[in-house]
């Protein structure tokens, strides 16, 4: 499958789906000297059914969404910004979730500081999927475990990065209605070995509580790394300062692949598109209190529905122009750092 991907000049996202999917359990991922994830395929157990090679959304993928979503600027409430990365939208969507006796699958950040998708099915299991995490999640078997809670007949809120909603569209198809995708703007993603060994050569991690990558104690900014100690201090570092967020804010210590990633573009993978509405006060100064603005791109009648049902627990809510949303990742390729090895 990876000799497949490589011919036609394309990269494993790491998404995980083949490692769901296949029937005799004949593939594990497998970390590369950067410690990302990519799937190996036992032989032995191998079945040559091909079905690996029919979820990958990296050979083919199946969205059918505008290639011209309707934008807006979107804030919560004062409250939930406050435990938010942006505007609080996610956290918004997944209350709807849950009111209808839904079930909110997302990255979390465990205490161990590793990060993969988890299904929630409560308000407390939200808190692990809120705020912006810069490291790829591991995926393991979560699209499995959906696929049980869909055959329990209960809705599903997947969230991730665009190629991972790549991957549950392929996996779960367009045919299945109890499953809303919320897609990410996603600048790319380190490696999960490559925060260990930040955390680990820069921290007596049993001193800390907690590390934010993005804390509005000092206001919605996305640079700087915010350390809570346990003795209750707490230290901001500017990304200058830190090596993993200067390299992961100058496109050196990305996954490959991530520099070209067709699902990056204006016609998303999800249903609905959130992110940071970054420097919204260029088109509309008030629309930038320093408490978190979110960017809402809608993309089919389904993201519709989901910013219809959320709509009365916003502060505000204005349509824009997509041009205003520029200084976010919506484009298929950037430049790397010339030095990304």
């Known amino acids: 499958m990876i000799e497949l991907l490589n011919s036609k000049g394309k990269y494993c996202t790491g998404c995980g789906a083949c490692y769901n999917i296949c029937p005799n359990d004949a593939i594990h991922m497998e970390p590369d000297a950067q410690g990302f994830l990519y799937p190996i395929v036992d032989e032995n157990w191998c079945i040559h059914c091909r079905k690996c090679e029919w979820v990958c959304p990296k050979l083919e993928t199946n969205v059918e969404n505008s290639p011209n979503p309707d934008c807006y600027a979107a804030r ?8 938010s990365s942006s505007g609080g939208i996610f956290t918004l969507l997944s209350r709807w979730i849950l009111s209808q006796n839904g079930i909110v699958c997302g990255a979390a950040m465990e205490d161990n500081y590793k990060v993969h998708h988890i299904c929630v099915s409560d308000e407390k299991g939200l808190e692990k999927l809120r705020k912006s995490k810069y ?10 475990e959906i696929t049980q809670h869909l055959k329990n007949g209960r809705i599903v809120l997947f969230s991730g990065c665009p190629c991972q909603v790549a991957a549950a569209r392929k996996y779960f198809g367009n045919e299945e209605k109890n499953i809303y995708y919320v ?17 680990k050569e820069n921290f007596h991690l049993d001193s800390v509580k907690s590390v934010d990558f993005r804390n509005k104690k000092n206001g919605w900014r996305a640079d700087q790394l915010f350390v809570t100690w346990k003795d209750g201090s707490t230290q901001a570092i500017p990304w200058p300062e830190s090596a993993y967020e200067e390299g992961f804010q100058r496109n050196i210590s990305l996954r490959d692949g991530c520099e070209e990633c067709e699902f990056s573009g204006y016609q998303r993978q999800g249903d609905i598109t959130i992110g940071d509405f970054w420097q919204v006060e260029k088109y509309k100064p008030e629309l930038n209190d320093h408490k978190g603005t979110s960017v809402i791109l809608v993309n089919n009648q389904t993201g519709q529905k989901l910013l219809d049902a959320i709509r009365p627990e916003l502060l505000d809510l204005q349509r824009t122009p997509i041009e205003a949303a520029k200084y976010n990742r919506m484009r298929t390729t950037f430049q790397t750092h010339p030095r990304k090895a």
């Not at 919560?76 to 435990?83: G, M």
């Not at 490291?135 to 499995?144: A, G, K, P």
């Not at 490696?191 to 260990?196: E, I, K, L, T």
Request: with cysteine; hydrophobic share 30%.
């Open 76 to 83: 919560a409430k004062d409250d939930i910004r406050a435990v």
């Open 135 to 144: 490291v790829q999640s591991n995926t393991e078997y979560v699209y499995r």
């Open 183 to 199: 897609d990410i703007l996603c600048h790319g993603t380190p490696s999960q070995q490559m925060w260990d060994d930040y955390l």
